[in-house]
């Protein structure tokens, strides 16, 4: 009998011990018909690249123009560019806290703040000519030197950085609000929105504040294409950097309107 054969045992024994009967043939069989070698599964989703937020990009600030430049030659009332402001708050809240990568929200978040932003820039060149031009080609340097600074890794986003400038950017909007209440009391509130010494520097640090969160824009964007997101994350990433951009133009507006003359 095979369990009495001394040699068997202890070549099963030195083979790692006991595996159990031996295969039948069929099983065998099946063994034979099995394939060698199982492909690699792919991903149920295509990879973010980069012309992926370049597209996405031009779509969601193209949206943004297009309505801005429909809000300015129709000249839409005042109240219509503030309930357009509302309503992109709103959107933009959503999109942001919910990490949204849908298209129609972040379109119509681009349209609505389009209307907000063709209207008050239509307001500020009514005032002063030609500060429009010059606030979006400052916004436009902005945006080249950061990408310029990131790309040659002179800052690098760190875990220590990002919490310096998001802990920079609430103590700003506090003092906004701070501002707002005691400007109820007060005309001028705490002169960050006046054309004094302390509204030019304030308005230089909300232009930083800005620049510092298209730089966390770009490392997101650098992140999501080498570590595989989906293409839909390209959403994100445009409304990111469209969100940065309406803040550092509207900083720039504000900033140059202290030092052009309106005659």
């Known amino acids: 009998m095979e369990s009495k054969n001394p040699v068997f045992s202890r070549s099963r024994q030195q083979a790692g011990g006991w595996a159990g009967p031996s295969p039948s043939p069929d099983q065998l069989q099946n063994m034979y018909d099995a394939p060698s070698y199982a492909a690699p599964t792919r991903p149920a989703y295509r990879a973010m690249t980069l012309d992926d937020v370049v597209v996405r990009g031009f779509l969601t600030l193209g949206a943004l123009v297009a309505a801005a430049a429909a809000a300015w030659i129709l000249n839409v009332p005042p109240m219509v560019a503030i309930g357009a402001a509302i309503v992109a708050l709103i959107l933009g809240l959503i999109a942001s806290f919910t990490m949204s990568t849908n298209p129609a929200l972040i379109l119509g978040y681009a349209i609505f703040e389009g209307v907000f932003l063709g209207k008050i820039s239509s307001v500020f060149e009514g005032m002063i000519s030609g500060i429009v031009l010059q606030a979006v080609l400052g916004t436009a340097f902005a945006f080249g030197a950061v990408l310029t600074v990131y790309s040659l890794r002179i800052i690098r986003v760190t ?105």
């Not at 994100?236 to 504000?254: D, H, K, N, P």
Request: net charge negative; glycine share 10%; with cysteine.
């Open 159 to 263: 875990p220590k950085l990002v919490k310096f400038g998001i802990a920079a950017a609430i103590a700003a909007l506090g003092l906004l609000l701070v501002n707002m209440l005691v400007g109820l009391f007060n005309d001028g509130g705490l002169g960050l929105r006046t054309d004094s010494p302390i509204g030019w520097a304030f308005s230089i640090v909300m232009i930083l504040i800005g620049c510092f969160f298209l730089l966390l824009d770009f490392d997101s964007i650098e992140q999501g294409v080498k570590q595989g997101a989906p293409e839909k994350f390209a959403w994100q990433c445009a409304f990111g950097l469209t969100l940065s951009l309406v803040w550092i133009y509207l900083e720039v507006l504000r900033f140059v309107s202290y030092f052009t003359s309106s005659d």
